[in-house]
């Protein structure tokens, strides 16, 4: 199933087992909020707020399948930037200790806000590159848009066990990018996302460089 529009984005995140009243006005909330700060600063493109349930609310959501309700995290997020897939995680799961990476000093302030107005108590914002950020293991590490693959893992592997699911949304260069990559013990691959007919997401598990120990 591949969603095309703002009807059918809506409707499948209010199938979700995440959705309640609390969760649509947290991500209603959310959408006008981005809407007014995107005058302010570019989080995202003019043009994506025209489809913003399908093209960010949903394409964030649609990582929860990938794990199970019963995870409660840590839920690490690089790169949130404009707050996604961090913030909508957040929103549709409130009990889940998620941490978002941004080293941008607008983009900081701007999710500090947002997760206030949201009210997401679990959920904290860690200013500043992942490279300063102290190593602790988490559940599951997404990022959106934030590096390529092999820098990402240089990057984050530490922050992984054998356990952690990875939730990399990739866009179109999700198969190319993983069929090329080199040197990783892993068992990822591509699921088709279901926002965007040409995008992929990478998901698996990592279980460290080649030539080290596991």
């Given at each position: 199933?591949?969603?095309?529009?703002?009807?059918?984005?809506?409707?499948?995140?209010?199938?979700?087992?995440?959705?309640?009243?609390?969760?649509?006005?947290?991500?209603?909330c959310?959408?006008?909020?981005?809407?007014?700060?995107?005058?302010?600063?570019?989080?995202?493109?003019?043009?994506?707020?025209?489809?913003?349930?399908?093209?960010?609310?949903a394409?964030s959501?649609?990582?929860?399948?990938?794990?199970?309700?019963?995870?409660s995290?840590?839920?690490?997020?690089?790169g949130?930037?404009?707050?996604?897939?961090?913030?909508?995680?957040?929103?549709?799961?409130?009990?889940?200790?998620?941490?978002?990476?941004?080293?941008?000093?607008?983009?900081?302030?701007?999710?500090?806000?947002a997760?206030?107005?949201?009210?997401?108590?679990?959920?904290?914002?860690?200013?500043?590159?992942?490279e300063?950020?102290?190593?602790?293991?988490?559940?599951?590490?997404?990022?959106?848009?934030?590096?390529?693959?092999?820098?990402?893992?240089?990057?984050?592997?530490?922050?992984?066990?054998?356990?952690?699911?990875?939730?990399?949304?990739?866009?179109?260069?999700?198969r190319?990018?993983?069929?090329?990559?080199?040197?990783?013990?892993?068992?990822?691959?591509?699921?088709?996302?279901?926002?965007?007919a040409?995008?992929g997401?990478?998901?698996?598990?990592?279980?460290?460089?080649?030539?080290?120990?596991?």
């Open positions: 199933m591949i969603l095309t529009d703002e009807i059918e984005a809506r409707s499948w995140l209010e199938a979700l087992p995440e959705w309640d009243a609390t969760a649509r006005d947290r991500l209603e959310l959408v006008a909020m981005l809407g007014e700060e995107n005058r302010v600063q570019n989080l995202v493109s003019a043009a994506s707020l025209e489809a913003v349930w399908l093209r960010h609310i394409d959501a649609q990582l929860l399948l990938h794990v199970p309700r019963e995870t995290g840590p839920w690490l997020d690089l949130t930037g404009a707050g996604f897939p961090g913030l909508a995680i957040a929103a549709l799961r409130p009990e889940t200790e998620v941490v978002m990476v941004e080293s941008r000093a607008r983009r900081i302030d701007w999710l500090e806000r997760r206030i107005a949201l009210g997401l108590e679990r959920a904290s914002v860690e200013g500043m590159r992942v300063q950020l102290s190593a602790r293991p988490f559940c599951v590490i997404s990022a959106r848009a934030f590096a390529p693959l092999p820098r990402l893992l240089e990057l984050s592997a530490r922050f992984s066990t054998r356990a952690t699911t990875w939730l990399l949304p990739k866009g179109r260069s999700a190319q990018e993983l069929e090329q990559l080199r040197g990783w013990r892993h068992m990822f691959h591509v699921e088709q996302s279901l926002s965007d040409e995008a997401v990478i998901v698996g598990h990592l279980d460290g460089k080649k030539g080290k120990k596991p």
